[in-house]
């Protein structure tokens, strides 16, 4: 599978686009004031406890408080606020754990009140983003992730990814997990560490090592609350977990945001510098990679397939709902395997469509009723199989007798939304335009107005074909009688792409002369 990273950075932010086989699968938007993301790592206060709810409300320094629940608390909880405690008092001089005693677990049906203190500042970190009207979602069991490892404090346990099938592999790198393994530290290791030497396993763990004493330095002065570490930046996010040996290009097109990258490929896969190019074109660089094209296809009530068949998404409060539809265009012939071949193509968009929306909650798949019972069982396979490339945890459930299938995703971070309509240029949206017979004295009392302000240089005026067919007919036509006024040659320029009543004024074909 050939992926490409498409970055374009804008003055509100970066978006970038990753592409899979020519087709877009993943936006992602990051905002420059963005200030919480998922992974950030901070010190709160406990503003409320919520015994119906058996949760804690948190101030994090959003405009909602954070959301904890007691299952996010995790069982090392008191372990957690004895070390957070120590730093700040300076009890605790030392980030490693070798010499930390564990203090007793709690218990998974225990009470928030009973455990949380409303003295104690809490260390946490972000499970989701502000979606909606709901603040941040926390968790105390914290993580810190690379590339080949996540490093998981006050914990002593090493598990190895399970997208990992060699079961000797599985073997050799638990084994060397464990033998680089700081004391009361966990290492999750992920499928990007397949087939890699110690030694660069030590190294990037080294590295995270280096990011939780930065935690603990910035624990000793801090005062709540406050964050004190901060996720990568989203396209390092986005290179850390996906960046394989199937990437064949990188385009940005931002000088530092370039050298950034390239710098950051330096410390994680030198081999792969060479894929990032800056992009210098006179074109936005989304227009270039036909990403534009794709954004405003995809995204909408409707997503067509190459078949004519579509899909209809709809989203509730409680769910998202998709409809299969086989359109116009289905072949005759044999129905079961037509309908059959119809699902199996939107299955593959519906699982293209739920990563690149980032949809989570619960989905419900309206698929075309299949009678025959092999084609379900494969439908079924052929779903799982396109949904295995989505990094959110997910479950799909089989096919029911009414032909629906259950799909529930993980919601981490806000759907991704794009308005793919666009006002009328003609009528700004109000279903209304001018009278069309006067739209030649609109230009005229526009020229008079250009023309008393003598602009330098030639003078175009862009309009619709057929407008522009109507200013030059006839030797006596409007242009010439133009000319015999202000002695000055008016430059016709058809362009297909304007509406009827849509006209500018430029000088030199390509400065616009801005009237309003």
Request: charged share 20%; with cysteine.
């Given at each position: 599978m050939e992926k490409e990273l498409i970055i374009n950075v804008t003055a509100t932010g970066v978006e970038m686009a990753l592409v899979e086989n020519d087709k877009l699968v993943e936006l992602h938007h990051q905002k420059t004031n963005n200030n919480f993301t998922v992974g950030d790592i901070l010190i709160g206060k406990i503003r409320?406890?919520?015994?119906?709810?058996?949760?804690?409300?948190?101030?994090?320094?959003?405009?909602?408080?954070?959301?904890?629940?007691?299952?996010?608390?995790?069982?090392?909880?008191?372990?957690?606020?004895?070390?957070?405690?120590?730093?700040?008092?300076?009890?605790?001089?030392?980030?490693?754990?070798?010499?930390?005693?564990?203090?007793?677990?709690?218990?998974?049906?225990?009470?928030?009140?009973?455990?949380?203190?409303?003295?104690?500042?809490?260390?946490?970190?972000?499970?989701?983003?502000?979606?909606?009207?709901?603040?941040?979602?926390?968790?105390?069991?914290?993580?810190?992730?690379?590339?080949?490892?996540?490093i998981t404090p006050f914990a002593d346990t090493v598990t190895v990814s399970k997208k990992i099938d060699s079961t000797e592999e599985r073997k050799r790198l638990h084994t060397l997990a464990e033998s680089i393994r700081p004391k009361n530290f966990g290492l999750i290791i992920r499928t990007a560490a397949e087939g890699k030497k110690v030694q660069e396993l030590h190294e990037e763990l080294t590295h995270l090592m280096g990011r939780w004493e930065e935690i603990f330095r910035q624990l000793k002065t801090v005062v709540p609350p406050a964050k004190l570490l901060s996720e990568l930046d989203k396209p390092a996010s986005v290179l850390r977990d996906l960046l394989t040996d199937s990437f064949s290009r990188i385009v940005v097109n931002e000088k530092d945001l370039?050298?950034?990258?390239?710098?950051?490929?330096?410390?994680?896969?030198?081999?792969?510098?060479?894929?990032?190019?800056?992009?210098?074109?006179?074109?936005?660089?989304?227009?270039?990679?036909?990403?534009?094209?794709?954004?405003?296809?995809?995204?909408?009530?409707?997503?067509?397939?190459?078949?004519?068949?579509?899909?209809?998404?709809?989203?509730t409060e409680a769910m998202h709902v998709i409809d299969v539809n086989s359109g116009h265009k289905m072949t005759s012939g044999d129905v079961d395997q037509s309908i059959y071949k119809v699902n199996v193509e939107a299955a593959e968009e519906i699982a293209r469509q739920i990563r690149l929306r980032d949809i989570g909650g619960l989905i419900i798949v309206d698929f075309i009723d299949m009678k025959n019972v092999e084609h379900r069982k494969m439908l079924a396979k052929a779903m799982e199989g396109y949904m295995r490339s989505d990094r959110s945890q997910h479950t799909i459930l089989p096919l029911s007798k009414f032909g629906l299938m259950q799909i529930t995703r993980e919601r981490a971070r806000p759907e991704v939304a794009v308005d793919t309509a666009e006002a009328c240029p003609s009528c700004g949206g109000t279903g209304k335009v001018n009278a069309t017979i006067l739209l030649t004295d609109e230009i005229e009392r526009d020229l008079e107005f250009i023309m008393q302000s003598r602009p330098k240089g030639d003078l175009y005026l862009r309009v619709h074909p057929y407008i522009e067919a109507y200013l030059r007919r006839g030797w006596k036509s409007v242009r010439w009688r133009w000319f015999w006024k202000y002695n000055k040659w008016v430059r016709l320029v058809p362009h297909s792409d304007y509406q009827l009543s849509e006209y500018r004024f430029f000088v030199g074909n390509d400065d616009e002369i801005r009237l309003n």
């Open positions: 409320k406890q919520m015994p119906g709810l058996n949760a804690a409300f948190i101030d994090i320094g959003h405009r909602k408080d954070a959301f904890l629940h007691y299952t996010d608390l995790g069982p090392k909880l008191r372990s957690v606020v004895k070390w957070t405690n120590g730093v700040m008092n300076g009890s605790i001089n030392t980030h490693k754990l070798d010499n930390f005693k564990y203090e007793e677990e709690i218990v998974k049906t225990g009470k928030i009140d009973q455990v949380l203190n409303k003295r104690f500042p809490v260390l946490v970190q972000i499970l989701k983003e502000p979606i909606s009207t709901k603040g941040p979602r926390l968790s105390c069991e914290l993580n810190l992730p690379g590339r080949y490892m996540v370039y050298a950034e990258i390239r710098t950051y490929l330096q410390t994680i896969s030198p081999d792969q510098v060479g894929i990032v190019q800056l992009y210098s074109g006179n074109k936005p660089v989304f227009d270039a990679f036909g990403i534009t094209r794709q954004i405003k296809a995809s995204f909408g009530k409707t997503a067509t397939m190459a078949s004519g068949a579509y899909i209809v998404i709809e989203k």
